[in-house]
């Protein structure tokens, strides 16, 4: 079982290595089917925007501090 697990974020690691933020928190609602990644703690958005699929991207002084993923259960494949 902890092979698999581990498996699953080693898949993720290249993915993670190509994202320009040294620091990403994370948590899953998964009633809401929500994914937040906050860039920076604390927070304090003081604008967002809502893409056309559905992802909310939240802004401090025009700096990216976080994104909200809608639905993120449906998006690209889960691993087994």
């Not at 025009?62 to 998006?75: D, Q």
């Amino acid at each position: 079982m902890a092979a698999l697990e581990i498996n699953k974020i080693l898949n993720i690691v290249p993915n993670l290595i190509g994202i320009p933020y040294k620091n990403i928190w994370y948590s899953y609602d998964e009633e809401a089917d929500v994914l937040y990644l906050n860039f920076k703690k604390p927070s304090h958005a003081d604008d967002s925007e809502m893409t056309d699929d559905d992802v909310i991207i939240r802004y401090e002084k025009g700096e990216i501090i976080g994104i909200t993923i809608l639905n993120a259960s449906k998006r690209g494949q889960r691993a087994a």
